[in-house]
């Protein structure tokens, strides 16, 4: 809080309270975001995986 009533000195406790909250809300999500954006990411080369070493065994099975 201290470093916004630094940027905003005019403002009231209250907004500030409310800016504050609203800043700590927006990093919460973006970290979600990120978060589950890497997650899938993940995800989906893991199956990427999977289905290389699937297809190598039935490979190998073939043979």
């Known amino acids: 809080m201290r470093a ?3 940027a905003a000195p005019t ?5 500030l309270a409310i800016l504050v909250a ?7 999500f973006r ?3 990120q978060h589950s954006s890497s997650h899938g990411e993940l ?7 999977e289905q290389l070493v699937d297809q ?6 073939a043979q």
Do not use: G, I, K, P
Not at 22 to 28: F, G
Not at 43 to 49: D, K, W
Not at 56 to 61: I, M, S
């Open 11 to 15: 403002t009231d406790m209250l907004a």
């Open 56 to 61: 190598a065994l039935a490979a190998t099975a």
């Open 22 to 28: 609203l800043n700590l809300a927006d990093e919460c």
């Open 43 to 49: 995800s989906a080369r893991a199956l990427e995986l």
């Open 4 to 6: 916004t009533s630094e």
């Open 31 to 33: 970290a979600r975001q």
